[in-house]
């Protein structure tokens, strides 16, 4: 599959095209997004830079009319210079950054994201700071804030003589990568800052200045829904804001980042629908990889979970990848400390190193509870269910493209991959028949690793569970889909179609690093 087409445009042999700061969040959102071939480029996502190309609107329209269709986004236009209202094409969808309220409400927004060098210098690390910021003090706005940082203990304040005069960036996300909060006062223009988005990126939770010098209001909301992190109107509550997030760490922290992440993901996506529906091209995503996760022994250390991801990874390595956050059985509350630092550790790899999107649940939902919640974020055709400590093996490989085509077909709803070189003969009589085509028919289910049709999926969270179940998965399912066979033989199987992945020799391809380490499964209190 071709790269989605893309170009970098302007008109004035003044302004470069291209490789502006607050470009490169666009970038790398566009960059590994995929489409169906395309035999010719009748549209395109155009990135323009909007500012002192007011005077080419009309050459701006002639190249844009040449494409059939067009998602244009307009950047590096802090003052809202472009006349963006004049843009006319019978078949586009456009997105400002710097909005202003009032004029642009019609239009998806964009925010500046974070600077081009700012990922190279992530970095985990213990956070000992309390905050820290460090930039110019050119307008009231941020007068008043370090006015509250100055003699503030445990943090760092840097005042600069000017924009990109400080630190460098190494030193500057250094500081960055050991801060709890960032505050993030307005320019002179613009609430929005590059500093909102470096902070997010290390762990850090920004502190969104609400108001600008030149008129902005209310600004995070208007431009990001709703937000996780602190707005801030008043410059007197700072202290107080940077305290309360302070006694909040990690906890906090790791909500800000995991809505970052999938604030990422979800503007991604936004764009890839806006392609498709003026296209009419279809964005092939075949797989969807689920991951469960929930307070074990080894936590804070995530050597069991790198080991899931890296195998998925190596066999996947374009798929998306969710991970859930299981919130905190009653059971193992003595676990929170270590599973939240888990979970900061983990963020920082679904980030930079594993391309995942977490999702935190705050109460104990179980499996059944926490695919139901995610069910609609899945768009692929299938899902590949693979629990945290169940890794896929790296010695064979897996025809995922083939056990997709045979869910597509419908010859198969359910393909589980197994944990043994063969069938043990205890499990024998849970086979049917003999192996066909490299697959093997059963009435064994297993949440071992499995690929399923999504469609399945969402029919049997709503037929085989109750409202409230908060259970695990295998614990209802292995009985129903046993006994529909027993009760109705090869048609109850057919309801279900649940086969094992059976090629040649050896069908291992799953097994377990034993996360649970022998202690108790919190299975008698399970809610079906």
Known sequence: MNKIPFRWLSMSPDIPEKNYWDQTLIADILKDIRFTPWTDE?????????????????????????????VLLITSDEESKFPVEEIKHPNIRIYVQYPKRGRHDTYEKLPIGYTATTRQYLEFVDKDLDFFFSGQVTNKRREACVKQLEGMPNGLLNKTAGFSQGLETSEYMGYMNRAKTAPAPAGPVSADSFRMYEAMEAGAIPIGDNISDAG????????????????????????????????LYPFQNNR????WIKYKRDLKEKIINHV?????????????????????????????????????????????IIITFDGVRAEEEHR??????????????????????????EQHHHQVGMM????DYIKSPTILYVEQDTPLTVVSDIDFSSCVDNILLGTANVIRFHFEAFIPKEHAHMMIGLPENGLQKTVQWSSRP?????????????????????????????????????????????QWRVYIYHPNGSIKRSTTTDGREGEKKFDDAQVF
């Open 42 to 70: 009748k549209g395109s996502v155009v990135i323009l830079p909007g500012a002192y190309q007011a005077e080419y609107i009309q050459e701006i329209n002639t190249e844009l009319n040449k494409l059939e269709w067009a």
């Open 216 to 247: 902005d209001k209310d600004f995070w909301n208007y431009l990001l829904g709703a937000v996780p992190f602190p707005e801030l109107n008043e410059y007197k509550n700072l202290r107080l804001y940077i305290s309360w997030n302070v006694e």
């Open 256 to 259: 800000v980042q995991a809505w």
């Open 276 to 320: 498709s529906e003026l296209s009419g091209r279809e964005y092939k995503k075949p797989i969807t990889v689920i991951v469960p996760v929930s307070p074990i022994k080894s936590h804070p250390d995530t050597r069991i979970l790198d080991e899931t991801i890296i195998s998925i990874r190596r066999q996947l390595p374009d798929a998306e």
């Open 336 to 361: 929170r400390t270590d599973y939240e630092m888990f979970i900061r550790k983990a963020l920082f790899k679904c980030n930079t190193e594993w391309n995942a999107l977490p999702i935190i649940f």
């Open 372 to 375: 139901r919640a995610i069910i």
């Open 450 to 494: 499995h690929l399923a049709s999504t469609i399945f999926y969402k029919k049997i969270l709503s037929l085989c569970f109750s409202a409230g179940a908060n259970c695990f998965i295998e614990d209802v399912l292995h009985g129903k889909l046993h006994n529909d066979y027993i009760e109705h033989g090869i048609s109850g199987w057919n």
